[in-house]
């Protein structure tokens, strides 16, 4: 069910009708049925991937809990150490099954066909009418619950948390229907606080909620959707000079309104109900390296990658030993620093891989991953170079340059994104610098169209930044708002609300981007 | 004392501003929600084109039974002119097509057509166009949901196309785009005239003329646009687009079973056509791609297929300027000519020997002289200018329109 959707507006209006007029307490079990019918409307097989993933999670938790735990052991204190040391080994193998088989499932269904250049349509028209409940499909989501599966084992493996006996607590954390579409990536400590607890009222609630919805739908519909049709016409077959340089431009501002706009209709769904989710963007364009850029991009799955990849990975022996040698031939700093750049290079792979199976986005991680780890090892050479050079890293001259180079490593990175392949994005980089082949054209067709559009766009493009230097100022337009009068208040909302219906309407476009990850 | 009197003065400001504003949260959600409607209802007002789409359904559902239904896209309005075809077949018939309309919502208007009428014969012009596209409607007047009036369609409609879509376009069939801009003193002006809201077909020139798409053509009645001066296509020649079965949407596919499967269970002869493009296009696409396509498509539906392109020379000679763009879109003694080969074509009992077997002897078939081409036909649009666009729409300034203005067919053969 795609959240832009007429039906899911209805199911929305329903839920929180039912949702209001039960008992509180039943309000989770309440939010699960709506999760359920949710993964039922996109297709009831993604059901069983929720129950396989939800049951290796609950059952692996327990065990790994009770392994961990103190009770039962011997009172000999060697004995004790002896049994103690078995029951870790229990869990940390336990652990890994458990990974392994929520990994497999992820493969099975995203990077086997990718592999097998299986394509599930067709496969699938052949199977018989009668066989037809073995229709093969990419679970609704897997790619986000999933991680939040491993999160929710790792804590309880690293003592962060509980295991919960609640098995359907435990679903509901998994399958949440708000996050399924793009996260973001929560981990159980923190939906726990938020999904089990008294949601307070609709009034307050929904207040809060459809504000951050609409605001969500403007930079989709407005913003995102309109810049696409450039971008199509940009990025379709064999594009020069600066058409490439326009593609690259317009398709991060498309990405950043859509995937922007995508978590704030989700997280006000979700705050309709009471349920604070996590913030997962905060203005990545006003970082000054990329690493910032990263963390501000998608904060949540970062997250996960530092707190359950990377730092794991900088414990892990193999690198640790490496770290011995390494520091046989150089200081302790240099050695760290390039353990550091390694784990960037695996974490950038891991999480480019995460977003599909093509060798773009390997590309992509390679090339993000590549960047940080050099930054990481030249680090002090850097230094050394602003010392000799005497820039003031506190000038506003030096901030200016950082944010724009920022933006130019990012914006070349996109290559990956617009390419079919990773070589085809080394080649579309390269045309970049045949000017003279330049034929803008072919991305602004008619004067009519491009005179009328662009204004537009530059207009919201505007309201856009002006927002985001507000938040980035720790401002909260939205509170500053709700301070206002009545009418103030509705014509602010009023005027974006017929902007989506004025301008917000385009031919062809979809869903969010990030739900197809 | 002065700044007491400010102070009063500021509270008694207070209380005035908050008396205006809703006090309960019920009040005040509803006042967000009339601000939006009245806003919705303005916007629609300007900005929804006014329904062509309307008036023609309330014609085909009138008293008189039309037994031959012409549905299509804006080829098909200029394509097929119903009174040639009268006179061909002794049919009476109509001609839907309307411009930029989703397959999906062809289908639902052949529906639309079914109620309260029985057509014996549905022509479906196919254009490729709308066939690599999905099927939204945006504020065009091609909308069966805001246009229809069967309420089992509409609902079915609803159920089964308005729910997947987004949901600004239930809520409202207008955007604003740079046609739809530029046409708002002509809404404005043609919902200002009681006689719109009759939506009567005698409604139609007012509707064109307001919405600057009379320039080049001329209203005959029953659907048909009689084309009769050259335009330009979109500000400059029109752009060659090669025909790709991989881009073709399913969804359309889909929709064009519906379609035959429809007229089967209705008993109706569906019969598609794919009109005579000009041969500017010809020399320049692949249209024997899409003759393939479509004819086995039709075959594999089992209803009948007439390309048009693939006729003997000697059944419908023409050049560029027997059209008003490259587009395709024709000018009215080629839709005439066009009408009654199809004619002969739909009362032939075996129309194969009308046609040539292969796209090289079409090719052998078109005029290649430099007067007949593209670019002769683009300096003759370019020479005609907006002032002369001026002088011809004040020639063909229609009279006030009246309910008995397009009683008779005929008589609008006379304006």
């Known amino acids: 069910m795609n959240i832009t959707t007429l039906i899911f507006m209805i199911f929305l209006m329903a839920g929180l009708l039912i949702y209001y007029l039960i008992p509180s307490r039943f309000q989770w079990q309440c939010l699960l049925g709506l999760s359920f019918v949710f993964l039922w409307a996109a297709d009831w097989r993604n059901l069983l991937f929720v129950g396989y993933v939800a049951a290796i999670c609950y059952g692996f938790a327990i065990y790994i809990e009770g392994m961990l735990s103190e009770a039962d052991l011997p009172e000999d204190r060697a004995e004790r150490k002896i049994a103690k040391g078995a029951r870790a080994r229990k869990a940390k193998r336990a652990v890994l099954l458990a990974i392994f088989l929520l990994i497999l499932i992820l493969a099975l269904s995203k990077y086997v066909p990718a592999a097998l250049h299986l394509n599930l349509t067709s496969v699938n028209e052949t199977l018989q009418s009668r066989w037809r409940f073995l229709k093969l499909i990419v679970p609704f989501g897997l790619s986000y619950y999933l991680l939040m599966a491993i999160s929710y084992l790792l804590d309880v493996y690293w003592q962060r948390g509980k295991a919960d006996h609640s098995f359907f607590h435990l679903v509901l954390f998994i399958c949440y229907f708000p996050q399924l579409t793009q996260g973001p990536i929560g981990t159980y400590g923190q939906m726990k606080g938020e999904l089990f607890k008294d949601h307070g009222e609709a009034w307050e609630n929904i207040k809060v909620g459809l504000p951050l919805m609409l605001w969500g739908f403007f930079k989709k519909m407005v913003i995102a959707d309109r810049t696409a049709v450039f971008v199509g016409r940009a990025n379709s077959g064999s594009q020069y000079g600066l058409n490439v340089l326009i593609c690259l431009v317009l398709y991060g501002i498309q990405l950043y309104c859509d995937f922007s706009g995508g978590i704030d209709v989700v997280r006000g769904v979700s705050e309709c109900f009471g349920v604070r989710l996590g913030e997962n963007f905060r203005q990545p364009y006003f970082s000054k390296d990329l690493g910032e850029f990263w963390r501000r991009w998608h904060i949540s799955l970062g997250a996960f990658m530092k707190n359950y990849i990377f730092f794991p990975l900088a414990m892990w022996k193999p690198l640790k030993l490496l770290k011995k040698q390494l520091r046989k031939h150089m200081s302790m700093k240099m050695a760290s620093k390039i353990i550091v750049a390694i784990g960037d290079l695996i974490v950038f792979l891991i999480v480019g891989i995460w977003h599909g199976a093509g060798s773009k986005y390997a590309g992509w991680g390679i090339y993000n991953g590549a960047i940080l780890a050099f930054s990481a090892v030249m680090e002090d050479v850097y230094r050394s170079w602003k010392n000799a050079l005497h820039i003031n890293e506190q000038s506003g001259r030096w901030q200016t340059f950082r944010l724009v180079r920022t933006l130019v490593i990012v914006t070349i990175g996109w290559v990956f994104d617009c390419a079919d392949t990773a070589s085809g994005a080394v080649r579309m980089f390269f045309r970049m610098f045949m000017l003279n082949r330049t034929s803008l054209g072919r991305i602004f067709t008619t004067k009519v169209e491009t005179l009328f559009y662009l204004p537009i766009l530059f207009l919201a493009c505007m309201l856009l930044l002006w927002v985001d230097i507000q938040h980035e100022k720790g401002i909260s337009l939205r509170q500053s708002i709700a301070a206002r009068p009545f009418w103030k208040q509705a014509a602010i909302w009023t005027a974006l609300f017929q902007a989506i219906l004025l301008v917000g309407r385009t031919v062809g476009a979809g869903g969010f981007m990030y739900a197809n990850f | ?415």
């Open chain 2, 1 to 415: 004392m002065n700044i007491r009197h400010s102070k009063q003065n500021r509270r008694k400001k207070k209380q005035r501003k908050e008396r205006w504003e809703p006090q309960t949260r019920l009040g005040k959600a509803g006042c967000l929600i009339a601000l939006n409607i009245v806003w919705i209802l303005f916007f629609s007002f300007i900005l929804t084109q006014p329904s062509i789409l309307k008036a023609e359904l309330r014609e085909v559902q009138g008293e008189t039974n039309y037994d031959t239904i012409v549905v299509g896209d804006s080829h098909g309005e200029t394509a097929v002119d119903p009174a040639v075809l009268d006179e061909e077949l002794g049919t009476t018939s109509y001609n839907c097509s309307r411009r930029i309309m989703p397959v999906k919502d062809i289908y639902y208007l052949m529906r639309e057509v079914c109620y309260h009428n029985q057509p014996k014969t549905i022509l479906y012009e196919i254009d490729p166009t709308y066939w690599r596209i999905p099927g939204i409607s945006l504020g065009n007047d091609t909308s069966i949901f805001f246009a229809g009036s069967d309420p089992k369609n509409r609902l079915d409609y609803f159920f089964k196309e308005m729910l997947t879509q987004p949901f600004p376009n239930f809520i409202a069939d207008y955007r604003l785009a740079p046609r739809n801009a530029s046409q708002i003193p002509g809404a404005a002006y043609v919902r200002l005239r009681p006689s719109y809201w009759h939506h009567g077909e005698e409604t139609i020139p007012m509707i064109m003329k307001a919405l600057y798409l009379g320039a080049n053509y001329e209203y005959r009645g029953r659907g048909f646009r009689y084309g009769h001066s050259y335009s330009l296509h979109m500000d400059t020649l029109y752009k060659p687009v090669k025909f790709k079965v991989g881009k073709i949407v399913p969804e359309n596919v889909e929709y064009f079973h519906k379609m035959a499967e429809f007229c089967r269970s209705k008993g109706i002869r569906l019969v598609c056509f794919y009109s005579a493009l000009p041969p500017y296009r010809l020399l320049r696409e692949n249209e024997n791609a899409a003759n393939k396509y479509y004819t086995d498509l039709c075959k594999k539906e089992g209803v009948e297929f007439y390309d048009m392109n693939y006729l003997k020379k000697e059944y419908l000679d023409r050049t560029d300027m027997d059209y008003v763009d490259l587009d395709g879109h024709m000018m009215g003694s080629l839709g005439d000519r066009q009408t009654r080969v199809l004619a002969k074509i739909l009362s032939s009992d075996d129309p194969s020997s009308m046609f040539v077997d292969s796209y090289d002897v079409v090719l052998k078939n078109l005029p290649k002289d430099e007067a007949t081409s593209g670019s002769a036909l683009l300096k003759e649009a370019r020479r005609y200018t907006k002032k002369k666009q001026k002088e011809t729409e004040r020639a063909l300034d229609l009279p006030e329109v009246t309910e008995t203005s397009y009683a008779d067919p005929a008589e609008a053969d006379t304006l």
